[in-house]
């Protein structure tokens, strides 16, 4: 039988926030010692009092508007009641009845990735979003033999938790929408969003149904998931093993998975318990949370423009391909390192403007990935400013360098945050287009190569390649080659 996948997922942002939820210790606990990072309120001790943090409220609300939702303007905190030793209070302060947000949508380009190779087919996916909440992190365990360890560090930090509707249709989709998501919190500010490391955890549901169905199959649960690539392949995986279990007349059990990254399988890691009565009840320790319109409007006024509408922009305005649009906004400072250069190259509009940016994108995307990758350099530390690139696009427009030069030069550019110009002039690099000086050059060419010129003009044209490279061994690269190759061809020709 033909099945098809229902996939709704669960997904958790860890926010970087200064503090943490509820009380000032730092929400950065990276590196420190266990147990260190904590104070009587994250540690539940009897009797401290939780404080709201205020910027934690605004990340959540930034995420609920970049996601489309609506923005709850009434709302309170929650205890969820359960006990495990990583949350020491015994309850979660978190949203249940009004979530700060809820009823949105995204919508994310889905490509198909089985490949691994780029391609610019794509089509665009509207993901209902069900709600997205505010609520604190816990602490971690470490079971080593038959010792278990606990680490409050991380206990209290500020999450949003963010669930879809059972909209996402297969395993390419989900790898989408957690990038998509990935690339706003990015933007935002709001969190790293380093899926390795736990700051971004995505956990889909999904169960199968045959094909046109209108109701839902039994659905399973898979978590601890540290990459994108892990999400896509156990999604894969799981579809492969419930078709055959399916195929067998066998039934689904309701079920929460691991992924084992090695084996590439799912496990088996909870038989679904009898639901769990977390006895919510409203946090007596906090006031509710209100939004008012003013507080409201300035988070609203901070929005940046998001990644799929700048990548949509680019491909209107500057005519860049799909490919050249992605790389260039998957980060929010490379998007604005290459409009600063578009922008330096200006003013411009329509057809030169497509121009201009196509040839920022080619220096960005090309020279400037390569060498940065090669230095392992961050866009935000680089040496060379977006005008100084700007000012060596200039020197090859005006053909006072070279392709080959310009290169060169901004190597050296890269390596010294010297300007383009200084290195030209000091390093005797500029073109050479003086037409006598360039014709003396072919004459010493074609006399000191007698053979290979007989050759030529006998019908073999190859030679004049080499003729070429000769002239331009002779000028060190720096004739400019339109100019060179007009002449040799004209010298040639008086030889006849
Ligand atoms: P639970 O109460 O088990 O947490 P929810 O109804 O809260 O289940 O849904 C959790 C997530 O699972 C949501 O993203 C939802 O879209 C998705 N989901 C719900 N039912 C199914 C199903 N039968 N198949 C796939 N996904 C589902
Ligand atoms: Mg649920
Ligand atoms: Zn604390």
Known sequence: MEYEVVIGIEAHVEQSTRSKMFCSCSADFFGAEPNTNVCPTCLGMPGALPVINQRAVEFCIMVG???????????????????YPDLPKGYQISQYQYPLCYDGYIDVDVRDLSTGNWTEECYRKRIRIRRAHLEEDTGKLTHLGS???VDYNRSGVPLIEIV?????????EA????????????YLGVSTGDMEKGALRGEPNMSLRPKGSDTFGTKVEIKNLNSLRAVRDSIAYEIKRQTRVLDEGGQIKQVTLGWDDVRGVTVVQREKE???DYRYFPEPDLPPLVINDAWLESIRARMPELPLAKQDRFM??????GYDAVVLTRDRATAEYFERVVAALG???GERLKAVAKSAANWVTGELFRLMSAAGAEIHTLNVTPVQLADLIRLVDDKTINLNTARQVFEEMFATGQDARAIVQSKGLAQVSDEAALARVVEDVLTAHPQQVQSYLAGNEKLFQFLTGQAMKLTKGKANPQVLQALLKAALERRR
């Open 65 to 83: 508007l970049a996601l489309n939702c609506k923005i709850a303007r009434h709302t309170f905190w929650e205890r969820k009641s359960y006990w």
């Open 147 to 149: 010792a278990s360890f």
């Open 164 to 172: 879809t509707e059972p909209d996402i249709a297969s395993a390419d």
């Open 175 to 186: 790898y989408a929408y957690l990038n998509a998501l990935r690339d706003i919190v990015r």
């Open 274 to 276: 009898e639901a769990h």
């Open 316 to 321: 209107r305005d500057f005519g860049l391909s």
């Open 347 to 349: 003013p411009a509009e």
